[in-house]
């Protein structure tokens, strides 16, 4: 444990080494890179004992408990070494925040409809944008900084003011600008993404650029490979799966574009199972933007419309990449599903009045109605009798967000699902 020390705020904060974490400690941060840390969270109770073995499996260096709301490692006979002091997260200048300062144009939240005109615009300069990126890249051009920073700091206002708009408009694509306006939809959803997680505006931005560089080795990929409808040879398959590496290498060792954007570009292809590609990697081996990039490249790719397959709603999108195991870090998927604001059909969602719901229904052009099964209260931890309400906008309870089932620790979570489903009568399309 290394000599404590009060924040401002007059807390108890002790660094201690991940290896001491145990329950009732209470999490005040991490010191390393934040991808190195497993949990979307910052600041948290540690109850879970599955969170005290991934604290200390993970790259942290040290972890930051608060005194004063949890417990304290109790006192060792020697003296262990201190800790170097917290370094900052970011692991190398950021070009982008030296460029640019923060925007000035105002960030107001607007309406879907009023948003939805602005970001249009946005959409039109993208294309262009990064059409002349994608293209000077094919051609073997550095990508400058300079000439799409501006881009991402106006998507970035966008999903700002209204964050359905852009996500909206950009899941429709033509078949000859599908790749480029991918780009654009997935440094949207990554931005978003990361105000959810109450990132720092400098690293939302890198995950922007993250995003909007993805894909880029699909330059390196034949369109005619790309837009097959048909099945893919062994040969254009194995073409198609080296677009990670090809975009790695395009990226280079140019200064200007952030770590994270290579890390995203390389790794976006690897699932929580190992079954990913190009290296297998699993777990902890995927850094948390490598994980979050896959969320949003799949929502992305299977919402939109493509030559050989009709588009996915939203909901169902996220209800079926929900249900995936071992593909996604499921408590990412939890956080992405609730930065877009939709609780997809047979999701688990917590409610404002102490209950745990299914949700039966979900209307994508109506937010405000929402058919729930309320069936657990989370104060008195015992099954309800099944009821079903509408969740309506301002008026009774309220969605707070979404639950991951295995948190609530029920016997047979799929069992439990399939008997709520199953009774009352209109519970057939959420089956
Ligand atoms: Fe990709």
């Known amino acids: 444990m290394s000599p404590s020390g009060a924040d401002g705020a007059g807390r108890l904060l002790v660094h201690i080494k991940p290896a001491d974490v145990v329950t009732g400690m209470y999490i005040h941060g ?6 190195d840390h497993p949990f979307w969270r910052k600041k948290f109770l540690l109850e879970d004992e599955d969170d005290v073995i991934k ?30 002091p917290a370094p900052r997260l970011a692991t190398q200048p950021n070009p982008m925040a030296r460029r640019y300062a923060p925007p000035t144009a105002t960030t107001k939240a607007t309406s879907f409809r009023q948003e939805t005109k602005r970001a249009a615009r946005i959409v039109e300069k993208s294309k262009k944008q990064v059409g002349a990126m994608f293209e000077a890249a094919r051609m073997g051009q550095a990508i400058k900084i300079a000439d799409v920073a501006p881009l991402i700091d106006e998507i970035r206002e966008s999903v700002e003011r209204n964050n359905k ?24 959803l990554m931005i978003n993404f990361a105000r959810k997680l109450d990132l720092d505006e400098a690293t939302i931005r890198n995950m ?21 409808a048909g099945r893919l040879t062994d040969e254009e398959f194995t073409t198609i799966r080296s677009h990670p590496e090809r975009g790695h290498a ?5 200064p200007e574009i952030p770590d994270v954007a290579r890390d995203v570009c390389l790794h976006h292809h690897e699932k929580m199972d190992g079954t990913g590609y190009p290296f297998g990697l699993q777990g902890n081996e995927i850094s948390m933007a490598a994980r979050m990039g896959a969320i949003c490249d799949v929502y992305d790719a299977v919402t939109s419309n493509r030559p050989y397959k009709d588009p996915w709603s939203p909901c169902m999108a ?11 870090d499921e408590r990412l998927m939890q956080v992405f599903i609730n930065s877009l604001g939709l609780y997809p059909a047979g999701g688990l969602v917590r409610l404002n009045d102490h209950r745990l719901a299914l949700v039966i229904d979900n209307c994508e ?50 069992a439990l699902r399939g008997s709520i489903l199953a009774q009352g009568p209109g519970l057939s399309a959420a089956a």
């Open 250 to 254: 395009l990226i280079g060792d140019n």
């Open 55 to 84: 604290i200390r499996q993970s790259r942290v260096e040290a972890v930051i408990i608060d005194g004063e709301r949890g417990a304290v490692p109790a006192p060792k006979p020697a003296v262990a070494p201190s800790l170097p």
């Open 318 to 328: 996220l209800g079926r990449m929900a249900q995936w195991r071992g593909h996604f």
């Open 165 to 188: 708009a852009l996500t909206n408009l950009v899941r429709l694509k033509s078949k000859d600008e599908y790749t480029y306006m991918h780009s654009v939809a997935v440094c949207a």
């Open 30 to 35: 991490f010191v390393g890179s934040w991808f």
């Open 208 to 228: 922007g650029m993250a995003g909007l560089l993805h894909d880029l080795g699909k330059m390196a990929v034949p369109q005619m490979i790309l837009d097959k």
């Open 365 to 414: 052009d109506d937010p405000s109605a929402i058919r729930v099964r309320p069936f657990y209260c989370t104060s008195r931890l015992q099954l309800l009798d099944p009821v079903e309400i509408m969740i309506v906008q301002d008026r009774g309870p309220q969605i707070l967000g979404t639950e991951r089932p295995e948190f609530w620790h029920f016997d047979d979570w799929d």
